[in-house]
């Protein structure tokens, strides 16, 4: 099946500093991508999406990076703060119905 | 409520016994997901549905796994003769749209332990 990894399982960043998580996917047909955040005890909860047929996308304090070349997506936060302290998992579909979620990456963000 | 609703929170189930998970979607969602996850790991995809329809059930672990969805609406995942590596988190997620465009609203889980 597909695999679609983290490179880094934990990342300790300081507040206010950016952070940037990021993903690796094997399934070059995948044509969809989202960010998820998990606190603990929750359920995941999107934070952000990207087509494949774009290389970057925006939200608040938050940017994701495609590179289809390298089959590699990333997670920029922002002035990252206490609240965005939580497990984040990149997820891939090539069909809508099925998502491949990564192992994930622990954000601890330091006061 | 406004958000996806998952019972039990909590379930200890001995080894051998039947389980159903049920997952109340929000309101008027088409398209209705499980997963799976284990302690540290990324949700795994068992299956999904649009309104009653099961589309895709290829993540099924085994066929002690069962999903249904009659009215297209509340959803009930059943594990029979449970089995210690049953022991997971079971995420229910919705999405107002077919498939998972823009993304699920996913549940809080159910903790499953099987003793």
């Known amino acids: 099946g597909e695999s679609v990894g983290l490179h880094l399982p934990t990342l300790s960043v300081q507040e206010g500093d950016n952070s940037i998580i990021n993903c690796a996917y094997s399934n070059s047909a995948s044509d969809y991508f989202i960010w998820y955040k998990q606190e603990s005890g929750k359920g995941p909860q999107f934070i952000i999406d990207i087509r494949s047929n774009m290389d970057k996308r925006q939200g608040q304090r938050v940017t994701v990076l495609l590179n289809k070349t390298v089959k590699h997506l990333s997670l920029q936060i922002a002035a990252t703060q206490p609240g965005d302290s939580a497990v984040y998992f990149c997820?891939?579909?090539?069909?809508?119905?099925?998502?491949?979620f990564g192992s994930g990456t622990k954000l601890n963000v330091k006061p | 409520g406004a958000g996806v609703s998952q019972s039990p929170r909590y379930k200890v189930a001995k080894r051998g016994q039947d389980v159903a998970l049920r997952c109340d979607p929000i309101s008027g969602h088409v398209s209705l997901f499980w997963y799976q996850q284990a302690l540290g790991q990324g949700p795994e995809f068992l299956t999904y549905f649009q309104n009653e329809a099961q589309l895709d059930k290829s993540g099924l672990p085994s066929d002690r796994f069962f999903a249904e969805r009659p009215e297209g609406s509340v959803s009930t995942l059943k594990i029979q003769r449970t089995q210690q590596e049953d022991s997971a988190v079971y995420l229910c997620?919705?999405?107002?749209?077919?498939?998972?465009?823009?993304?699920?609203?996913f549940g809080q889980g159910t903790r499953l332990t099987v003793v």
């Open positions: 997820a891939e579909t090539d069909n809508f119905n099925k998502f491949y």
């Open positions: 997620a919705s999405s107002p749209v077919t498939g998972g465009q823009m993304g699920a609203f």
